[in-house]
Structure formats: structure tokens, C-alpha cells
């Protein structure tokens, strides 16, 4: 099924196209609706600036009412400049001391009568000694076409007033400019969010297009895939962590390949000699013998074993270990375990020692599951003998616990594998090839029994020289 979510570039080039919209909305706003009005006010500001800059620098040319002043003069004709305004000084009486700037025929200034002005001066000074006015000169003109500031600024024996003049230009033309101007740019920009959207997309995605491939490849068994990080932090976690996975999964991988060979392997050897017994039996008349059958019956019982073990391990995977705590004799049970063991150990010149602090000692515990973890402790203690040796099982008690500890004289466990051993499937490898792999499920199975029980329980080993094995129980009472 084709999935209805969006793409990436499909995302960006929206957001990406929705932000253009909003900056050319406002650039379309100030550009043109608003050009006219920020342009006068603009205008309006330069025209008052004019007035009181002179008011500020040139307090002195007002007392001294001297304004041919040089540095007044150059100051007021450049302000005129800068700001396309005409300038004059004039007193009360509407008369005109001085004029700075472009006076056309048609300059609102010269074309003020003194009593005109006086209205201005008057205005002025009944506001605070500032006065700004937006007139219409034109008659062909609906909206003001000239801006008037007025500045009172006092003399010594009489104030005066200083009177700017500047033109408002209408904007349609250049609103009009602007507009075409601002669809092209939209037009252009928005090529370009787009191209970027593209681009963008493109490089986060294919890192992540990529690693969907790869995993692919990974849920179809090929655990060699390596995830490549590409650009971003965010990728190269992923990467990581897929990595992780892919190197775990192959782990298990390998670990259940070999499960299998161990088990079909222990399978196979209890059923070789069961049938070999078996036609042995029925081929030789003479052999139809008592410790023929009890081989029969060994091999049975090493093949329950390993079933036993099989779903005590299905049981871990379950992560349940339901145990059935009882009183039972703990020597009683070991020594069934080492004997057990008697018909692998006749012939052989391994040594099995069995002591006991006591003749009973009365633990609590689920004796099944008991006997399962010194069994295995046992199996270990001959599996990892190395050759002819022998091995120690131990019941006492102390500090009012009763324990059991499995000496053996054999390979030892090297250091860095100490805690590995109790994981699932562990098997310290040597390089080579074991003879007795195991299943490296006994002691995992073990781990969870005794923490069940609540034991302490652990290994100690030097590599070369042996390992004990050991754990304690509650006694009963
Ligand atoms: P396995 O079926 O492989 O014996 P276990 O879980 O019982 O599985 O043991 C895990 C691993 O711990 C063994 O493969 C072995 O490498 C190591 N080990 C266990 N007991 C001993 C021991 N007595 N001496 C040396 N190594 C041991």
C-alpha cells in the first residue's frame, strides 16, 4: 500500500513558499500601500529637523540677528539641498530677512503675503513654538502637494521665525515601478525556494532513502549491511544505531547457528550409541547384557537432560522460573548427582571427590531445579577437566546457610569472561574447535534458578589452574 504521508521535499517547498509569501505580503504592504504615507511623514520630520537644527547651532546668528552668517548660510542652503525644501527667516510682521534654496515662481514662500504670514507666526506660537501644515498649491491636485514647518526661534529684541518649504511628489509612478519590480523578484524567489526545497530535501532524504534500502537488506538475513552516516548528526545516530542492531542481530544470529549445531550434536551422539546398543543387542546373542542396557537407559537419561535443559531454557526465554520451595537434604541430593556421573567417569581416570560436612543437611529449595544446577556445575567440572583430573563436590554449612561448591582442577576461565559465562549461549572459545561444546545455556539456566532462590551464588577461576563453582540455600528451621 502506497503511504498517503507527504514528502519531505513536498514539506519544504511549502513552508519554503509560504514564508516568500509572508516577506513579499509585507514588502507589498511598505512598498506600495503604504509608500505614500511613509514618504510624507518622512518628509514631515526632515522639514522640522530643518528648524530645529538651525534653533540648536545657530542660537547665536538669531540673537545677533546677523544672517548672513557664514556658516548659517552654507548650513541652511545645503539643509535646502538635502532635503529638496526651500528656506526663509522671516520675523512676526511677515517680513523677510533671509532665503535659502531653489525658489521657484510658484514657491509657496515667496508667494505668502505678510499677513499670510503672520497667521503662520501666530499659529506657531500659540502651539508651543512649532507649527506644521500640509497644504494643496495645485488646483489639478486632490491630495497636498506642500509641506509648511514653521519654527519660532528667539532673538534679542524681537523672535523670529524660520519657514520650510518642500514639495510632495504623488508616487503613482513610482508605486507603479515598484510593483512590477516586486513580481519579477516574487517570481524569482520563488524559482529559487524551490530549486532550494529540491536540493534540500534531496540531501536530507537520501541518506535516510539509503538506510530504508539497507534495512531492507537487513530484515532479509544480510547481516554484513553497513549503514553509511551521511551529512547530518541526526543521520549518523541513526546510522549508529542501525549499525548496533545489524552487528546485535548477527550476534544472535551466529549464537542460534550454533545453538543448533550443539544441540543436533548432543542429539546425535546419546541416539548413535542408544541404536548402536540396541543392534549390538540384537545381532550378538551374548550381548544381550545388564550393563548394555544400563548404557541404553544412561543415554536415555543424558538425552532427557538435554530436553530438560531445552525447556528450562524455553522457560527462561519466557523469563518465568516458577519455583517450588521444600524442605529436602542437600547431601542427599548431591550425592545422588555425582553418582550420577559414575558410569561416564569408570575407566576413565578422572576423580570424583564427595564430600559432606554432615550426614544430612536439610536446605529449602525446589529440589528439581537443585539438582539441575549442581548437575550442571558437575558436567562443567568434567567437560572443562582437560584431560585425566578430578573434581570436588563440597556440602556444608555456614553462617547458617547450607553450600555447595563444585571444585574442579581444569582450564580455568579467563578473567574478562568471568561474567559472561552466566549470559545466555556464552561459550568461552579458544580458537579452536571444543569437543564438548555445549549448549552455553547450563549455567544461564543456573543463574536463573539460584536468583530465584534468592542464593548467593558465583565462580571464582584462575585460567590454568581450576574454577569453583559454588551457591547457598536457606536451612530448613
Ligand atoms: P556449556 O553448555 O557451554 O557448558 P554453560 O552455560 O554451562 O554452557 O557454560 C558456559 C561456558 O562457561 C562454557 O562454555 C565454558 O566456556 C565456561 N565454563 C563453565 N564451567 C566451566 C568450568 N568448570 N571450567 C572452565 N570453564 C567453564
Redo the contacts with the bound molecule.
Keep these: 500500500m502506497k503511504s498517503q504521508k507527504r514528502s519531505v521535499r513536498t514539506v519544504l517547498s511549502g513552508y519554503l513558499a509560504a514564508f516568500l509569501l509572508a516577506a513579499i505580503a509585507i514588502l507589498w504592504l511598505v512598498q506600495t500601500v503604504f509608500l505614500q504615507s511613509f514618504y510624507e511623514k518622512t518628509k514631515y520630520s526632515q522639514a522640522k529637523q530643518v528648524g530645529v537644527m538651525a534653533a540648536q547651532n545657530f542660537h547665536e546668528v538669531f540673537i545677533a540677528a546677523d544672517f548672513s552668517n557664514r556658516g548659517f548660510a552654507v548650513s541652511m542652503r545645503n539643509a535646502a539641498k538635502e532635503n529638496e525644501a526651500t528656506v526663509a527667516v522671516c520675523d512676526e510682521f511677515g517680513f523677510i530677512y533671509a532665503t535659502f534654496g531653489d525658489f521657484q515662481f510658484d514657491n509657496i514662500i515667496s508667494l505668502l503675503r505678510p499677513h499670510q504670514l503672520y497667521q503662520i507666526y501666530a499659529l506657531a506660537a500659540n502651539s508651543g513654538g512649532e507649527y506644521t501644515e500640509a497644504l494643496t498649491t495645485r488646483f489639478e491636485r486632490e491630495s497636498p502637494d506642500t509641506i509648511l514647518a514653521a519654527k519660532i526661534i528667539p532673538g534679542s529684541d524681537r523672535d523670529f521665525m524660520l519657514l520650510v518649504s518642500t514639495d510632495i511628489v504623488a508616487m503613482t509612478s513610482v508605486k507603479k515601478t515598484l510593483r512590477a519590480q516586486l513580481l519579477v523578484v516574487s517570481c524569482l524567489l520563488l524559482a529559487i525556494a524551490f530549486a532550494m526545497a529540491a536540493l534540500l530535501s534531496t540531501k536530507i532524504t537520501s541518506p535516510l532513502a539509503q538506510m530504508a534500502q539497507m534495512s531492507s537488506k537487513l530484515a532479509m538475513g544480510e547481516y554484513s549491511v553497513s549503514f553509511s552516516p551521511g551529512e547530518y548528526k541526526e543521520s549518523e545516530d541513526l546510522a549508529a544505531s542501525l549499525n548496533y542492531a545489524a552487528m546485535k542481530m548477527s550476534e544472535v544470529e551466529t549464537l542460534r547457528r550454533d545453538l543448533v549445531a ?1 544441540v543436533s550434536h548432543d542429539l546425535r551422539t546419546p541416539l548413535t550409541m542408544i541404536r548402536g546398543y540396541a543392534e549390538l543387542m540384537r545381532d550378538l546373542p551374548g550381548e544381550d547384557t545388564t550393563e548394555n542396557l544400563q548404557s541404553i537407559i544412561d543415554e536415555t537419561s543424558r538425552l532427557s537432560s538435554l530436553v530438560d535443559s531445552l525447556l528450562g531454557y524455553s522457560r527462561l526465554q519466557a523469563g518465568a522460573q516458577d519455583i517450588d520451595v521444600s524442605p529436602f537434604d542437600l547431601v542427599a541430593l548431591a550425592r545422588l548427582a555425582v553418582s550420577r556421573f559414575a558410569p561416564y567417569l569408570e575407566g576413565s581416570r578422572f576423580e570424583m571427590e564427595f564430600k559432606a560436612s554432615q550426614e544430612s543437611i536439610i536446605a529449602l529449595g525446589d529440589e528439581a531445579k537443585i539438582g539441575q544446577v549442581v548437575y ?1 556445575f558437575i ?3 568434567i ?2 577437566s582437560n584431560g585425566p583430573n578430578r573434581a570436588v563436590v563440597d556440602i556444608y554449612t555456614e553462617e547458617g546457610r547450607a553450600k555447595v561448591s563444585v571444585s ?1 582442577f ?4 579467563p578473567e574478562s ?1 568471568i561474567g559472561e ?2 549470559e545466555r549461549y ?3 572459545r579458544d580458537g579452536h574447535i571444543q569437543k564438548d ?8 539456566i ?1 543463574k536463573s534458578i539460584l536468583e530465584a532462590h534468592k542464593s548467593n551464588y558465583g565462580v571464582l ?1 584462575k585460567l590454568g589452574e ?2 569453583v ?1 559454588f551457591f547457598d540455600l536457606e536451612l530448613d528451621g
Design positions: 550443539n550442571n558436567d562443567n567440572a567437560k572443562h574442579d581444569g582450564i580455568g576461565i569472561a559465562i552466566w556464552y561459550a568461552v561444546a555445549g549448549t552455553g545455556l547450563g549455567l544461564s543456573a577461576s581450576g574454577s563453582f
